[in-house]
Antibody, heavy 119, light 109 residues
Framework: QVQLVESGGGVVQPGGSLRLSCAAS????????MFWVRQAPGMGLQWVAS????????HYGDSVKGRFTVSRDNSMNTLYLQMNSLTAEDTAVYYC????????????WGQGTLVTVSS | QSALTQPRSVSGSPGQSVTVSCTGS?????????VSWYQQFPGKAPKLMIY???KRPSGVPDRFSGSKSGNTASLTISGLQAEDEADYYC?????????FGGGTQVTVL
């Protein structure tokens, strides 16, 4: 079965950096586009970034553009999110999600990893 | 990249039908047939319930249905059950980016 496991969250000071990972299993990772979606405490979902199966076609939400970088290693079945210049507004649970084949929805989700930006 | 508009909450008695609306614009909901809906329980990851406006993934009960008219999409839960009490989020593709609604809390009375 499809499994996505995020890691790398934690507490970081404002202005700091963090790299999240998402380990995929149960499907052919290199055939699927992937996303990062976040949810601030008590708030709704927000799309953060996406990239296609070959690692190309990267797109970012306005609030993270220029600070976050999404990448993937298809040989390791892993998705990454490099987050720089973090602010308190980036505090959230970060989910990785798989793009459904041929469409534009998020058909499988990880359990999420919490990022807290605080001094 | 403004969020889509959903009601904060809707409620219904067991067995009734409830509908959650999701309003966007011609640049997102109205421009593409890529509206999806997600169910989320507290402390849990979201789950895909409807994709491509009205398609149901395998395993999702057929009491969940989706539709779209113009710039507004809708999720209908027919024959509401206690286990349907959760938060529901709509999402629309908007040309190289995705927009979520603010979420709707569905309460079973």
């Amino acid at each position: 079965q499809v499994q996505l496991v995020e890691s790398g969250g934690g507490v970081v000071q404002p202005g700091g950096s963090l790299r999240l990972s998402c380990a995929a299993s149960g499907f052919t990772f290199s055939n699927y586009g992937m996303f990062w979606v976040r949810q601030a405490p008590g708030m709704g979902l927000q799309w953060v970034a996406s990239l296609w199966d070959d690692g190309g076609n990267k797109h970012y939400g306005d609030s993270v553009k220029g600070r976050f970088t999404v990448s993937r290693d298809n040989s390791m079945n892993t998705l990454y999110l490099q987050m720089n210049s973090l602010t308190a507004e980036d505090t959230a649970v970060y989910y990785c999600a798989r793009r459904d084949s041929g469409g534009n929805s998020f058909d499988s989700w990880g359990q999420g990893t919490l990022v807290t930006v605080s001094s | 990249q403004s969020a889509l508009t959903q009601p904060r909450s809707v409620s219904g008695s067991p067995g009734q039908s409830v509908t959650v609306s999701c309003t966007g614009s011609s640049r997102d909901v109205g421009g593409y047939n890529y509206v999806s809906w997600y169910q989320q329980f507290p402390g849990k990851a979201p789950k895909l319930m409807i994709y491509d406006v009205s398609k149901r993934p395998s395993g999702v009960p057929d009491r969940f249905s989706g539709s779209k008219s113009g710039n507004t999409a809708s999720l209908t839960i027919s024959g509401l059950q206690a286990e349907d009490e959760a938060d529901y989020y709509c999402c629309s593709y908007a040309g190289s980016h995705w927009l979520f609604g603010g979420g709707t809390q569905v309460t079973v009375l």
